[in-house]
């Protein structure tokens, strides 16, 4: 399993419509689901966000001050459900381009601590893998053994996972290009850095999502994902909502997006 | 936890049209929502069959043989795909309800050998009883180390559950009244035990159900219970499609039913 693995994290912003509760980006994940399919890529694991489907119903409940009256209990049911729905629409995709999407419940398997994904049981992952499915993961509701309850993010599990199954790539597909010197949104002089070192990443202009994102945006993201590159792997930004640049990326050829490298 | 928690199954012949492919009964669901509901149980478990959503695609990719060719292998995805399908219906009946379902895919953290469930990680579900969760599991597809893969049957998971998680009560819904001296569409004389030991059994007219069945119908199932019989409880059969039965199940008021004894 060692370096052959690749995985692939979809950002919740490019399979929903972020400004529309629970409405799927139907188009984008239909592209997406062709250029996976077309990349071919002989072991790979996905795992995608919440986006307008998880963050707006997680608000609600304050699922991540964890557990502090019961009227919170329901929320952690809706959250969990509404992500099913997402990943039901992920899954379908998949499934559409032939290819075997299983999905995997991390509220069915895992649990933080103060937040924290300690430890996570992947024997099964790997047995998946091995016999060539296609595991679906996804941010959800989890059990916290500090807090009652927490969100595992997509990130969390990323990082988690490209360490313990040591995997030999790790796309990352986000809304925008990749890493910036500044907000190209407002800066026409904002240069995007196709290359950055974990020492360097301070130079990053990053600003919390202006959506609800209570797993805390892209300097949160980053942030998670440095531990993965502590480790000495290198992780690939790039825009999944521009059509190739996840194939391309997955096929490891030359593509916009920032490399963040150890 | 000992001794407090109810386990209800509720077959797929209940809750699915078993004649109409991935068609649910979605009448029956929301009565029985109704009926869980109101009979309040403090500590619940509920575990669904898989009806007209799992069993024929479960026998068009011959899941139940095994891994043998790879072209069963998206069939496994097919039919985990169905059974989230039927999964979600029954846990938006119970949300409905205000009762804060949540779903526990088997095929996250459990696998079988040669079709036995050996072992079974009870732990988080324990945490999420404690929580006041409403766990909902369900009939899957699951890795098995002997033969590649396995359907895990709901019923497997009632014995197994019932036995590790020390359950106070064992509901069975089922779309007959209970067990019979003969088959009572074809015999007017037949006889509804109320009452059955372990070891007369054997008087029981049990036929293989008319529908398609991968995990073999009522003999399995009355097999397969016999396991948490053996151990020293009741499992309580009842017609889950004839309103109030399952309500009274539950409330353990007095129910036309079977009621298997040690």
Do not use: C, W
Request: charged share 25%.
């Amino acid at each position: 399993m060692a370096g052959e693995l690749t995985i692939l994290k979809l950002g919740g912003s490019v399979l929903t419509k972020k400004d529309r509760p629970l409405t799927v980006n139907l188009a984008a994940m239909r592209r997406l689901a062709r250029e996976i399919k077309n990349a071919g890529t002989r072991s790979l694991l996905i795992i995608h966000g919440g986006g307008s489907f998880g963050h707006p119903l997680a608000k609600r409940y304050r699922i991540m001050e964890g557990l502090k009256d019961e009227s919170q209990i329901i929320g952690f049911s809706r959250v969990h459900r509404a992500m099913m729905e997402l990943n039901a629409a992920v899954v379908d995709a998949l499934l559409e381009e032939g290819l075997p999407a299983l999905p995997v419940s991390p509220s069915s398997f895992a649990s933080t601590e103060g937040g924290e994904l300690r430890s996570l049981e992947t024997d099964l992952l790997t047995k998946y893998l091995r016999m060539g499915l296609l595991p679906v993961l996804y941010g959800d509701v989890v059990l916290d053994s500090k807090k009652g309850f927490s969100i595992l993010s997509g990130d969390q599990l990323v990082s988690k996972l490209a360490i313990e199954l040591r995997s030999r790539l790790i796309v990352i597909g986000v809304d925008v290009d990749g890493l910036f010197s500044s907000d190209p949104k407002e800066d026409a002089g904002a240069k995007l850095f196709r290359r950055i070192s974990l020492k360097n990443l301070d130079r990053v202009k990053l600003k919390p999502s202006k959506n609800i994102d209570v797993t805390g945006g892209m300097p949160f993201k980053v942030k998670e994902l440095s531990k993965v590159v502590e480790k000495g792997r290198q992780v690939l930004l790039v825009n999944a909502l521009t059509p190739r640049r996840i194939y391309k990326a997955l096929l490891g050829e030359e593509v916009i997006g920032t490399v963040i490298d150890p």
